[in-house]
T-cell receptor
Framework: NAGVTQTPKFQVLKTGQSMTLQCAQDMNHEYMSWYRQDPGMGLRLIHYSVGAGITDQGEVPNGYNVSRSTTEDFPLRLLSAAPSQTSVYFC??????????????????FGPGTRLTVL | QKEVEQDPGPLSVPEGAIVSLNCTYSNSAFQYFMWYRQYSRKGPELLMYTYSSGNKEDGRFTAQVDKSSKYISLFIRDSQPSDSATYLCAMNDSWGKFQFGAGTQVVVTP
């Protein structure tokens, strides 16, 4: 199993450009999510999905779009990049929405991250 | 005010010492508590998962949860240089609201 993969690893954008961060998992996980990590802020949830065709907003969704057409893939789209979106982005997946009280199903597996700089 | 507070450190300890980390939270709906370890330029990985108040041990790691005080802790015994990383606490409620702490950077010196 490759686990959770993310591409690209690094990206530099100019203000106003758009791009898509790719995330894929091969563990047949239903729950997938996108986080951004900024110094002193920890991980903040952007969007999440509980299955193909179902997505919902997290804590900081503005400026980002997601879709989930397959179980494996969960791309994150930046519509018009802004310097405030400079961050490290992590994709994560788990068997189910992490609320069951079971370590096996609730454990979120993270990808290696994408470092994005917006000039 | 953040729902989860965690001292960012850095926390520097000599090899073999006990590392003590903690988080406080304000949302009494949080039921599940986790500690993640994150090495530099890597994604977080789950270390400990607890549901109820009390202690849970896994090798050199002990997680404590005190729901009455809204306080959780992680202890690392016999610390090693390979334990140098950022440790993030995380918690969620039964509806899936998930919050991470800011993370504490730990440095274990040989």
């Amino acid at each position: 199993n490759a686990g959770v993969t993310q591409t690209p690893k690094f990206q530099v954008l100019k203000t106003g450009q758009s791009m898509t961060l790719q995330c894929a998992q091969d563990m047949n996980h239903e729950y997938m999510s996108w986080y951004r990590q900024d110094p002193g802020m920890g991980l903040r949830l952007i969007h999440y999905s509980v299955g193909a065709g179902i997505t919902d907003q997290g804590e900081v969704p503005n400026g980002y779009n997601v879709s989930r057409s397959t179980t494996e893939d969960f791309p994150l789209r930046l519509l018009s990049a802004a310097p405030s979106q400079t961050s490290v982005y992590f994709c994560a997946s788990s068997y189910s929405l992490p609320t069951s009280g079971s370590r096996r199903t609730d454990t979120q597996y993270f990808g290696p991250g994408t470092r994005l700089t917006v000039l | 005010q953040k729902e989860v507070e965690q001292d960012p450190g850095p926390l520097s300890v000599p090899e073999g010492a006990i590392v003590s980390l903690n988080c406080t939270y304000s949302n009494s709906a949080f039921q599940y508590f986790m500690w993640y370890r994150q090495y530099s330029r890597k994604g977080p990985e789950l270390l400990m998962y607890t549901y109820s108040s009390g202690n849970k041990e896994d090798g050199r790691f002990t997680a404590q949860v005190d729901k009455s005080s809204k306080y959780i802790s992680l202890f690392i015994r016999d610390s090693q240089p390979s334990d140098s990383a950022t440790y993030l606490c995380a918690m969620n409620d039964s509806w899936g609201k998930f919050q991470f702490g800011a993370g504490t950077q730990v440095v274990v010196t040989p």
